[in-house]
């Protein structure tokens, strides 16, 4: 019996690679008919690199990836998950892929209000859950992709085929997605954590701060406030959910936004400055440290890179001619 529904699984798991596979002409990101789900695709292997991660779960159909986040290593391959709660700066690297096999993944863009009207409406079918033995407070975790999960995955690839199956049929297996998540994974340690998702909002409201105010100089006192917190339990609750202290997680956001605005041919010292730091100097020695390369060899490249898409756009306006 274990054997046939371990063959099922691996049938139905070539079959979502096969789906992922058909609608990913391209590398990298790619969008769908369902809003909130995106596809991906990437061929080669990667070294790590500083990325911000926003709130997604993401199944890995096929290929490995690794992100580490500060001490923390997360590693997720073909029928496992990544689930991120809130917007995290991780190194990131794709361990295996290659144009045979690349790696291939379906995210979910995670939605506050979705996670808080789901807990609502599991809490009115059954009693809150009781505290596990552990609880990993994180709001970054791993998971196994179990049978129940893959069959929805499966089901919602399928919805994209038609515009009316993807808006209405596609955003119902996407609220089961997320039940079975939440209901389920994690040892039943997820439920427990979720239940307490005031606790994490409000370390989401400093987060959100800290994004809309990067060109200001981060207070632990004024976030601390947002969260309607002290201080000191604040600091605590922040490094629990997010693996670092407060000021830790601004200056990492600060320095990915800069690199945005750096490789879309942005000034260095503007970029900077954009992002809070008013010495050139230390923008850049932090910079270097964080990225190890000099922010002014990022916008050459960056330069480079928008030269080389400027001469493709053209030939193909000229060949269209």
Known sequence: MEKTRMGQVSINMEALIKMIETKTPSEGMQETPIPEVVLFRESLP???????????FIFIAQGKKQGIL???????????????LAPVPMACQVIEASKEKPLLAIGILINRARIRNMLMKIDQVEPAPAKPVEVNPSGVFTAPLNEALLNALIRLMKTMDSPAEAAIVGEAVVEEIYFRILKYEQGGALPFLLHRWGQIEQITRAVEYIHRNLSKVISVDKLSALANMSSAAFHKKFKEVMHMSPLQYAKQIKLIKAQTFILSGMNVSEAGYKVGYNSPAQFSREYKRHFGIAPSIDRMAGLTSRSSEIMEYAAGEYAAE
Do not use: C, K, Q
Not at 46 to 56: A, I, R, W
Not at 70 to 84: K, Q, W
């Open 46 to 56: 990667h070294p790590l690199e500083p990325l911000l991660y926003d709130p997604f």
């Open 70 to 84: 500060e001490n923390t290593r997360y590693e997720y391959d073909s029928g496992h998950f990544l689930t991120v």
